[in-house]
């Protein structure tokens, strides 16, 4: 099933930085995708389901050129990628071995992937960038996927930059980087994210005016009073 377009349009306009707190809230400390860095920071926000993809140490048997014809394989793995996944990709933190290259997300992107977020690297990185697919890994190396990697299989739970994501997780991310937000989550987070958007944007025009800190950020009843009255207005 494919995420509504309200959902996504409501996590477009909030800040994995403001993600990450309201899932605090919720118990979810370990939400950030570490080492998925922007590959070109843009300012874009992307929003949209896991599609997992999972590698393991490579084994000389299996990670072989010849593999990449197999029927598990990226090739493979990419031909199943619906329309507007963002595909996340458990490369173990490996930096040497370059997990896509600009042919692979060439084709992502003909298939309207939104986005590729891996705690690897890619390759190709002037073709990749080329193709114009968002990419959030730890940078590039030259090296092909099967130097220092065998790929396993996709649609599975995975591990990725540390955290548990899991097919039909709704990814959000941006140039502070990646986030995952379980699929049970995602309605109550995205409407909570944009009423905090709106709290946040009232306070920062409080700051402007000089107000101090304390009893505003967190506001008070007092400040929660104020900031009732200004949406009232809006």
Sequence with gaps: ?????????????????????????????????????????????????AFTLRFVPAREDLATPESWSSPTSTRAAIEAMPEGCIAVVDAMGITDAGIFGDILCARMRKRDVTALITDGVVRDVAGVLGTGLPVWSQGTAAPPSVSGLTFVNWQQPIGCGGVAVFPGDVIVADDDGAIVVPAALVEEIAEAGV?????????????????????????????RQRYEAWRRTR
């Design 195 to 223: 009423e905090q958007e709106q709290l946040e944007g009232w306070i920062m025009e409080e700051v402007d005016r000089g107000s101090p800190l304390i009893g505003l950020y967190p506001p008070n009843e007092q400040s």
């Design 1 to 49: 099933m494919t995420l509504r377009i309200d959902i996504i349009e409501r996590l477009s306009s909030v800040t994995t930085a403001t993600l990450t707190t309201l899932l605090l809230k919720k118990g979810l400390r370990n939400v950030w995708i570490r080492g998925a860095r922007p590959l070109r920071p843009t300012g874009r926000r992307v929003v949209g389901k």
